[in-house]
T-cell receptor, first 112, second 113 residues
Framework: QQQVKQSPQSLIVQKGGISIINCAYENTAFDYFPWYQQFPGKGPALLIAIRPDVSEKKEGRFTISFNKSAKQFSLHIMDSQPGDSATYFCAAFSGGYQKVTFGIGTKLQVIP | DAGITQSPRYKITETGRQVTLMCHQTWSHSYMFWYRQDLGHGLRLIYYSAAADITDKGEVPDGYVVSRSKTENFPLTLESATRSQTSVYFC????????????FGDGTRLSIL
């Protein structure tokens, strides 16, 4: 049972383009939605996060858009760079932030 | 240096063997977690611990045992390894404050032959 559905599983974007990764969730008890970035051989690292009372959060080139009614959220990477090439995971937390469900991940490749 | 370290980074073992993966954090974080990462499944929670001597099951606990006698250590044991437990295992920790994110170690790649 996949409570957080992430798409696409892989993405190739040209340098300077916009990378968009989408996630959809089912459990309305989720109340914290982070995105993690993972480079090969490393653990995931928190990139940006949002709470459901906000529709958008921007940090540098990274933006989360959140649609509470549709139960969807997405990560936008503006002006994508080769250094952004990594695997990105969306996640959803509930239960006092102890229970977390991750999406299956999106492998992003930014080509020059 | 402060942080979260996992050992070993790579391990090859045989089915039926017992293997223990170690996790050590220097932040004195209350919460610690064990995940496995598999292609097509993302990260799945195996066990977590809210404090020393307090542990609870996650999504995929079968075949695994954990203990937490000290705040800084959270070992994960496969009592009788099976091929289906071949995976990359990540340990994570975070403070009790709910606004703080989880910090992950760099993982242990475990292969069971």
């Amino acid at each position: 049972q996949q409570q957080v559905k992430q798409s696409p599983q892989s993405l190739i974007v040209q340098k300077g383009g916009i990378s968009i990764i989408n996630c959809a969730y089912e459990n309305t008890a989720f109340d914290y939605f982070p995105w993690y970035q993972q480079f090969p051989g490393k653990g995931p690292a928190l990139l940006i996060a949002i709470r459901p009372d906000v529709s958008e959060k921007k940090e540098g080139r990274f933006t989360i858009s959140f649609n509470k009614s549709a139960k969807q959220f997405s990560l936008h990477i503006m002006d994508s760079q080769p250094g952004d090439s990594a695997t990105y995971f969306c996640a959803a937390f509930s239960g006092g932030y102890q229970k977390v469900t991750f999406g299956i991940g999106t492998k992003l490749q930014v080509i020059p | 240096d402060a942080g979260i370290t996992q050992s070993p980074r790579y391990k090859i073992t045989e089915t039926g063997r017992q293997v223990t993966l170690m996790c050590h954090q220097t932040w004195s974080h209350s919460y610690m977690f064990w995940y496995r990462q598999d292609l097509g499944h993302g990260l799945r929670l195996i066990y977590y611990s809210a404090a020393a001597d307090i542990t609870d099951k996650g999504e995929v606990p079968d075949g695994y045992v954990v203990s937490r006698s000290k705040t800084e250590n959270f070992p994960l044991t496969l009592e009788s390894a099976t091929r289906s437990q071949t995976s990359v295992y990540f340990c994570a920790s975070r403070n009790r404050d709910s606004n703080q994110p989880q910090h992950f170690g760099d993982g242990t790649r475990l292969s069971i032959l």
